[in-house]
């Protein structure tokens, strides 16, 4: 069993939907949680982090963190085209060298 | 410039062939990674390094190896290539003191037939 486990998709929403990404993992002593997104031939770039439980919110795009259920969302509003592209999400028990990768999830937004 | 440059974006080379795929930085970060990346994979740490004089082995350094010519170069090498190291390389940085936020170059597509 992978210690992180993210649904590839594809995903496809309407533009102005809500969004929800997901991640669950097992390994209990991860305590920082990030969300990438990936668009087609680009690397990967930090959207969000968090440390430990709890929301965090940065414009349209809200991370929560339940460290009991040891699962993890990403929350997209009014969804746009633009944010089409694959979301990764990762993790760490806070060395910072050593994430370990969701295998992520293609999101597409219809317009 | 990007902050992170990789070279080549793409390349195609034969079964038993030497490859060097490199990366430089802009951002000053000491920390440089090496990922490749497979569909329903995810990313997968093949080395790393935290100064010029240290090297380590990620989860799946086997058939691959590294160089750190200075801060801002990292290579990668396969000394002899093999089909299923058919893959999407990435290179890395990051500042431990700062965010999660890795700085990923654009990615080297590398088919070996």
């Known amino acids: 069993q992978k210690e992180v486990e993210q649904d590839p998709g594809p995903l496809s929403v309407p533009e102005g939907a809500i969004v929800s990404l997901n991640c669950t993992y097992s390994?209990?002593?991860?305590?920082?949680f990030m969300w990438y997104r990936q668009y087609s031939r680009k690397g990967p770039e930090l959207l969000m982090y968090?440390?430990s439980s709890g929301n965090k919110e940065d414009g349209r795009f809200t991370a929560q963190v339940d460290k009991s259920s040891k699962y993890i969302s990403l929350f997209i509003r009014d969804s746009q085209p633009s944010d089409s592209a694959t979301y990764l999400c990762?993790?760490?028990?806070?060395?910072?060298?050593?994430?370990?990768w969701g295998a992520g999830t293609k999101l597409i937004i219809k317009p | 410039d990007a902050d992170v440059t990789q070279t080549p974006r793409n390349r195609i080379t034969k079964t038993g062939k030497r490859i060097m795929l490199e990366c430089s930085q802009t951002?000053?970060?000491?920390?440089m990674y090496w990922y490749r990346q497979d569909p329903g994979l995810g990313l997968r740490l093949i080395y790393y390094?935290?100064?010029?004089?240290?090297?380590n082995k990620g989860e799946i350094s086997d058939g691959y190896s590294v160089s750190r010519q200075a801060q801002a170069k990292f290579s990668l090498s396969l000394e002899s290539a093999i089909p299923n190291q058919t893959a999407l390389y990435f290179c890395?940085?990051?500042?431990?003191?700062?965010?999660?936020?890795?700085?990923f170059g654009s990615g080297t597509r590398l088919t070996i037939v």
């Open positions: 390094s935290f100064d010029v004089k240290d090297i």
């Open positions: 390994n209990s002593a991860f305590q920082y």
């Open positions: 951002k000053g970060h000491d920390r």
């Open positions: 968090t440390y």
């Open positions: 890395a940085t990051s500042d431990p003191t700062g965010d999660y936020g890795y700085t």
């Open positions: 990762a993790m760490d028990r806070g060395s910072n060298y050593q994430l370990i």
